[in-house]
């Protein structure tokens, strides 16, 4: 029963990084209907950079500081010299340059710290936990990576409905030509949202190297975790996302529980099961 | 002297032209009808001078200067706004929201604010905070004239104002584009419904297959050469 209680809670937890994985690819997919297939690889490059710029000898939270608005710089960099000129009615040309792009990472990635599997040395917090009593217990670094995932989508949620740039991020998702009657640049709200998913990235990539080893090649399965996440959630909503992450989390882990080889194949089983119940996913947008 | 002008302006979708050489102008605090059939490129004629279609630099002016080569977004911020077809409301966003945004390229000081769009509109105020989706068709064309408004603009184009409603909403539309004139606004009226046209406009232009076909004061127009106009009879 312990054990149970135990998986449940550890999935919840793992579906907290998932999610975090998820928000940035559902924030570009929802404002610019854009699917990045070099996400996965781009969260493999936020912990890499926070690793290298740790190497340099900064501190863990230091290089966190700094590699985030990093990341931003380099999204917002990649959305206005790059992604914006594939712009069109065609959305084949923006998907084939984040599939290059994913190579480009990889190999790069590759070339700069070798195929080695590294983690990021977060000392002591690396195995701190909180007891719950009756024997169970949870880490301390899971948790707070739920609640970074939380905060994420908090904050991002009070952008985008308390705001008026948030307002014009939501003009432009739901109809980009008329958005640009109002004022609105297209071009660069599309641009911030690519710096936004990509801080988002580099939060996400801390997690990933503080939990787990990581390697220049692990980042299209982050990408494959995180579109379940958001396909689970539905289209359009963070908390739906959030709850999607949580849903492959609960399942790799309740699938690790029963038979250790069932993990990873578990929560590709549950996502199936949600697509066919629930093809719009669990939390879709009203109107679309 | 005209605040809008357009010269020889021409408008592709992909290889096919839909507009032909077009000279139009529009004089301060004038009101301009642009009628025709169906296809008969008026909307496209909106949407050039907006901003929304590529069209040759030189092609629109606006107080004598180029803006053929600005995208929308910066047009807005001189002064023209649009009102578009089908009244395209953002669908996500409440009837409040959709008038803030109306006001997030806004550059210019004037009367429009929410406060004075409501009055315009009282109804909206009711409803402001309901899904923009939620509203009945006269409404939502409601929303949209006050989302162009929100942009305080010297130049209104109006785009099939009329399309799918009742005629006793019509009216109440029409009557607010009187207010709207009164103002000092100009407007641009691309309009199916002839009579409705006819009756605000000082001058109307007639579009068939993308030329101007008819040009003139709806007094002078007569029946005949108006019909001929439109389908080229």
Redesign the interface.
Known sequence: MLGWIDTLLQGILLGGLYSLYATGLSVIFGIMRLVNLAHGDLIVLGAFLILAATAAGAPLILAFAVVVPLMFFIGYALQSALLNRALGRNILPPLLITFGLSIIVQNGLLETFSADTRRLDIGPLQSASLPLGSGLAVGLMPLICLGAAIGVIVLLNSVFYRT?LG??F??T???V??????????RSIYALTMGIALAVCAIAGFFLGARANFDPSIGPARLLYAFEAVIIGGL?SLWGTLAGGIVVGLAQTIGAHIDPEWQILSGHVAFLIVLVIRPRGLFP???D | MAVLETRELTAFYGDFQALFDITFTLDEGETVAVIGANGAGKSTFLKAIAGLLPRPAAAVRLDGRDIGTLPAYEIVKLGVALVPEGRRLFSSLSVEENLLVGAYGRRRGGAWSLATVYQLFPMLRERRHSPSMALSGGQQQMVAIGRALMSNPRILLCDELSLGLAPIVIRDIYAALADIKARGTSVVLVEQDLAHAMAVADRAYCFMEGRVSLTGRPQELTRDAIHAAYFGL
């Open positions: 008026p307002r014009a939501r003009a998702s739901d109809d030509e008329i958005a640009q009657l109002m004022g609105i640049n297209n359009g947008r009203a109107v």
